[in-house]
């Protein structure tokens, strides 16, 4: 078959395709592109018409293409446990320009800063006490909640840090996910709405002239001058409080990185590697988003492939990050590979693509990147084995979890493999 020939799949075929998805995971689109050989499907998933793109210019094409919107791509019953209802990544157009501007004003170089150092501090002062068997991902988590509330302007006793954690973690995992993992997706999201809720409402009530983000969220307002919903003003909260946590899982992929390769312990620490190559290989190795969609509102082409109009378009995430097109060995971790092939808007997108400032690239890339980069010598220096078998691709997201020996003993190292 071409390698540009549109794949027409029947309804056996589509259900074929849900079950294997869940078999796998990351790699599914790959598999599919291998077994049509062709490099874009058109066919169905999930009652859905999509057409599935990968690589550096698909990305350039999927962000940059005006005859596409997001706000009706993914059903709320999908989303919703992870974004909330009425979230800046839903709208399109000037309503979206707006409340990302006010993400953008939030997330400025001095905030990254902030958050990055306070979590290194902590970090520092929780993990000089970690001893014998640990998870890794429980004990980050709460520090990193900690950390992002501080910054946030939001009280957060001791006492619950570790549950608000684990409900930020459940929100992640849960997402596109129709098992017990969805509805406690959901029972997470109802109880972080209603913490958040009775912060932004008390903001409000309280005319306090301060600029934290909890006070700038619940004062803004939208197009016609009014202030959002309180729920909704809640959801954007939440959306910066959540991906922040969610770092949790990155910091797994940096831990099992070092344990995978325990040559780079030393060079992070003598500066061979720096911090910000070592940030950056982790997000483009490490599985967390799978794919990102948008609609076509009208007839696009790519490819010599016709999108019809409400077609999902969908951009394979993982196959981009992973094309041996733009990255040379594309299975291996190499954080020195970027003096090589620098970054683009479009070839490294584990958070999206093109402009964080004007597009739907996530406006907390900074964060997570600056947040990493003041990890990566930390955990260069814990002596930390991880535990258990090697992480899979099948998972979507992997299990937020890393069992981990804390001592000065090692033992073999263990990596990503494909078929767990």
């Known amino acids: ?225 009014m202030l959002l919903p309180a729920h909704t003003a809640a959801v954007e909260v939440i959306n910066l409080l959540r991906p922040i946590v969610a770092i949790s899982w990155l910091v797994d992929g940096l831990i099992r990185a070092f344990d995978t390769v325990p040559a780079l312990r030393a060079e992070i620490l003598s500066g061979e590697v720096t911090a910000f190559e070592m940030a950056q290989e982790v997000r483009r190795t490490y599985p967390f988003v799978p794919f990102l969609a948008t609609r076509a509102v009208e007839e696009l082409r790519w490819e010599d492939v016709t999108i019809p109009a409400g077609t999902l378009l969908v951009l394979d995430v993982w196959g981009t990050n992973h094309d041996p097109r733009t990255w040379r060995d594309p299975g291996v971790f190499d954080p020195t590979r970027f003096r090589v092939t620098p970054v683009t808007p479009y070839n490294l997108v584990p958070q999206g693509g093109g402009s964080r400032y004007e597009g739907h690239r996530c406006p907390g890339e900074d964060v997570t990147l600056a947040v990493l980069a003041a990890l990566a010598g930390p955990v260069a220096a814990l002596s930390a084995t991880v535990l258990g078998p090697a992480l899979g691709l099948r998972r979507m997201p992997p299990q937020p979890a890393c069992r981990a020996q804390v001592d000065p003993d090692t033992a073999p190292a263990r990596g990503i493999t494909p078929d767990r």
């Open 1 to 225: 078959m071409s390698d540009r020939t549109s794949i027409v799949t029947t309804l056996p075929e589509s259900l074929a395709h849900v079950a294997r998805l869940r078999r796998d995971g990351y790699l599914f689109w790959a598999k599919l592109r291998q077994r049509q050989e062709t490099s874009v499907i058109s066919t169905r998933l999930l009652h859905e018409d999509v057409t599935v793109v990968h690589g550096a210019e698909a990305a350039e094409f999927f962000y940059e293409t005006d005859a596409t919107r997001r706000s009706s791509a993914l059903p709320i019953a999908l989303v919703g446990p992870l974004f909330g209802e009425g979230p800046v990544h839903m709208l399109d157009g000037s309503a979206h320009a707006r409340r990302k501007q006010m993400f953008n004003d939030i997330l400025d170089a001095s905030a990254v800063a902030a958050v990055a150092d306070t979590v290194a501090r902590r970090w520092t002062e929780e993990s000089v006490h970690w001893r014998g068997e640990l998870d890794l991902v429980e004990q980050t988590a709460p520090l990193l909640l900690e950390s992002a509330c501080s910054w946030v302007g939001i009280p957060l006793p001791y006492d619950d840090r570790g549950r608000r954690a684990l409900d930020m973690l459940d929100m992640v995992d849960g997402f596109g996910a129709f098992t017990v993992r969805q509805a406690r997706a959901r029972r997470a999201r109802r109880r972080t709405d209603a913490w958040i809720t009775a912060l932004v409402e008390e903001a409000r009530r309280s005319h306090a002239q301060g600029q934290t983000p909890l006070e700038i969220i619940a004062r803004h307002t939208d197009e016609d001058g």
